[in-house]
């Protein structure tokens, strides 16, 4: 079953504009964290911003921010004053701690943003 | 500190013939994953090592992949026979693991299997 959902396969944004990148997941874990990484055409994998799921605060790293709404299992990534190299691939990914000291990340199909001039 | 170590950076084969690819993850970082990302896509969890031990191979083809981590530290994942629908990037990662929720996971540059 999909664990993490990110239903905008494409987006398009203006420079300077802010976007929102959707992710929602699935777990029955209390304890879990979020995480969006971001993925050049270049191909490696920056970590961007973490979320843990007793945070009571949403997350904020710079220009990045995750809109955390725990009660919809949603974690959206907002970017502010969009950049031209922040043209990527975005994944959402979820950390799970099945047992005792064994955690496993899944991540999502994400998300390509490309930031028109 | 140094990164996660991935090599080759690209390898192309036949079908039916077998690849190795190596991963050399941070020190100290107990966690290692294999990632296998077809384009277009996520990446797919393949095996998880928690030091020199497995904790999920659920996804791994076994009949093909094979991966160790030798004294937990370095790891190869090898494929034989190779398939066509093996052409992927192939991603190794690391974390610290021990039920740490909020340490990212730390990815190498991948490497880029192409079969023919």
């Known amino acids: 079953a999909q664990k993490i959902t990110q239903t905008q396969p494409g987006m398009f944004v203006q420079e300077k504009e802010a976007v929102t990148l959707d992710c929602t997941y699935d777990?029955?874990?209390?304890?879990?964290?979020l995480f969006w990484y971001k993925q050049p055409s270049s191909g490696e994998m920056i970590f961007l911003i973490y979320q843990g799921s007793y945070d009571q605060q949403n997350a904020t790293e710079g220009r990045y921010s995750l809109n955390f709404q725990k009660a919809r299992k949603s974690a959206n990534l907002v970017i502010s004053a969009s950049q031209l190299g922040d043209s990527a691939m975005y994944f959402c990914?979820?950390?799970?701690?099945?047992?005792?000291?064994?955690?496993?990340?899944?991540f999502g199909p994400g998300t390509s943003l490309s930031v028109i001039p | 500190e140094a990164g996660v170590a991935q090599s080759p950076r690209y390898k192309i084969i036949e079908k039916r013939q077998s690849v190795a690819f190596w991963c050399n993850p941070i020190?100290?970082?107990?966690?290692l994953y294999w990632y296998q990302q077809i384009l277009g896509q996520g990446p797919k969890l393949l095996i998880q090592?928690?030091?020199?031990?497995?904790?999920?191979d659920s996804q791994l083809p076994k009949d093909r992949f094979s991966a160790e981590r030798l004294k937990g530290v370095d790891s190869t994942l090898k494929i034989q026979p190779a398939k066509l629908e093996d052409s992927a990037v192939y991603l190794c990662?690391?974390?610290?693991?021990?039920?740490?929720?909020?340490?990212?996971?730390?990815f190498g540059q991948g490497t880029r299997l192409t079969v023919v």
């Open positions: 090592f928690q030091n020199n031990g497995v904790v999920d």
């Open positions: 990914a979820m950390r799970e701690v099945l047992k005792t000291s064994y955690d496993k990340v899944i």
């Open positions: 777990t029955s874990d209390p304890s879990y964290g």
């Open positions: 020190s100290g970082h107990a966690t």
């Open positions: 990662a690391s974390s610290l693991g021990e039920g740490n929720l909020n340490t990212e996971a730390f």
